[in-house]
Nanobody
Framework: QVQLVESGGGLVQAGGSLRLSCAAS????????MGWLRQIPGKERELVAY????????YYADSVKGRFAISRDKTKNTVYLQMNALNYEDTAVYYC???????????????WGQGTQVTVSS
């Protein structure tokens, strides 16, 4: 099974930026999609962004369009999430996901990262 290791979370002031990274293990890593989701305690995980691995095409949730950017480095098996103009509502645990998909209101994935906390202070 592919293992995903995240890094880059932390505490930032409103208006600031952070970059999350998610590195996948395995020498033959060629997923269809990689995504970033986030979760607030007591709520379902929500999709933030995903990227079509082969061509690099991104998709963004409306709440982050224009502020976040997802990218990948195929040579490093790594997906990134650049987060700019952060606000308090972006505070959550962020998870990277291998080939995320939704079943009803629940997001599932072939593999999940361990999660990294992003806290935005107002």
């Amino acid at each position: 099974q592919v293992q995903l290791v995240e890094s880059g979370g932390g505490l930032v002031q409103a208006g600031g930026s952070l970059r999350l990274s998610c590195a996948a293990s395995g020498s033959t890593f060629s997923p269809n999609t990689m995504g970033w989701l986030r979760q607030i305690p007591g709520k379902e995980r929500e999709l933030v962004a995903y990227i079509i691995w082969s061509v690099g095409s991104p998709y963004y949730a409306d709440s982050v369009k224009g502020r976040f950017a997802i990218s990948r480095d195929k040579t490093k098996n790594t997906v990134y999430l650049q987060m700019n103009a952060l606000n308090y509502e972006d505070t959550a645990v962020y998870y990277c996901a291998l080939e995320p998909s939704r079943i009803g209101s629940t997001w599932v994935a072939s593999s999940w990262g361990q999660g990294t906390q992003v806290t935005v202070s107002s």
